[in-house]
């Protein structure tokens, strides 16, 4: 029985995982409270979690930072392991954090840790996906969860330091799953910098995807990863391309109703009484 100071919570936000969420509760094994925050799943995934644990609570939706916030909160143990279903701490990892918290005390607030991402049957290990250093231990009393939708990311006050075990990451199942994903996320995005009334040069929906392909396939070696390394390019470089799409188009669509508008409410002021009156004011009489 591990001392007070020592026990951690793993934390789970999740909705409709039924294939990744089973392999990802199993590694959960030597945490001492696991938490799981669902948005009402229409899969198995509650079934297949309560095998785990019985602290499962149903949230609405409200955005991945929203969520993981709620599910920190919820921790009862002074440390958090806060983790996604399609991830997977390996036995390194996980003998190195309870060694870590043993042996550092109040040395270190929080903790990162590296993903090794699986993906189309390939490990990947350039293009910018490794090392993929996140924030995922921390002291409860010490972080803030923050980001932006749809990525959350943890802050924390004081001392970190990176851990050398690694976390496996299964991040697609297929390309179909992911181009959905791109589909979700860009939607976010750019409903989200829409409201921001963000600049929109036409400029970098020309230049910031090939921009981004450059960057993860010849700058960060994504082409060291073959096939699949090209297809993360590719398709890093399609979602930066729809971000400034969907974006244009709701500044289009906002454009166009508008000038629908107009017009219709100055033909109906023209013909309106006090339009009438306001003009035989106004206007002066015709000389003959």
């Not at 996906?129 to 009393?141: H, T």
């Not at 989200?192 to 070696?221: C, D, G, H, Q, W």
């Amino acid at each position: 029985m591990r001392s007070d100071y020592l026990r951690v919570s793993a934390v789970l936000v999740c909705c409709d995982e039924e294939d990744n969420v089973e392999r990802c509760l199993e590694s959960l094994a030597w945490a001492d409270e696991i938490i799981v925050v669902d948005s009402f799943s229409q899969d198995r995934t509650v079934e297949l979690c309560r095998k785990y644990t019985n602290r499962i609570f149903q949230r609405e939706w409200s955005g991945m930072v929203q969520q993981r916030a709620y599910a920190v909160s919820l921790a009862r143990n002074k440390w958090v392991f806060a983790i996604d279903a399609d991830e997977v701490v390996t036995e390194t990892l996980r003998d190195e954090i309870l060694k870590r918290l043993s042996e550092d005390k109040n040395k270190n607030s929080g903790y990162y840790i590296r993903r090794h991402s699986h993906y189309l049957g390939k490990w990947i290990n350039h293009g910018g996906w490794y090392p993929d250093f996140k924030l995922r231990l921390f002291r409860k009393d010490k972080v803030h969860v923050g980001g932006e939708n749809p990525h959350d990311k943890c802050f924390v006050h004081g001392k970190t330091a990176r851990l050398k075990g690694e976390m496996i990451h299964y991040p697609y199942k297929d390309i179909s799953r992911q181009l959905c994903t791109i589909d979700h996320y860009s939607d976010i995005v750019s409903e989200r910098l829409f409201k921001k009334n963000s600049a929109f040069p036409l400029f970098k929906m020309y230049i910031k995807p090939p921009v981004k392909f450059l960057e993860t396939y010849i700058y960060k070696l994504g082409f060291l990863d073959g096939l699949p390394g090209f297809l993360i390019s590719v398709l890093s470089s399609y979602y930066v391309f729809m971000k400034y799409a969907k974006l244009w188009e709701k500044r289009r669509t906002i454009r166009h109703r508008s000038a629908q508008v107009i017009p219709q409410i100055s033909s109906k002021a023209a013909t309106s009484p006090e339009w009438i009156h306001a003009r035989r004011v106004l206007s002066p009489p015709l000389e003959h």
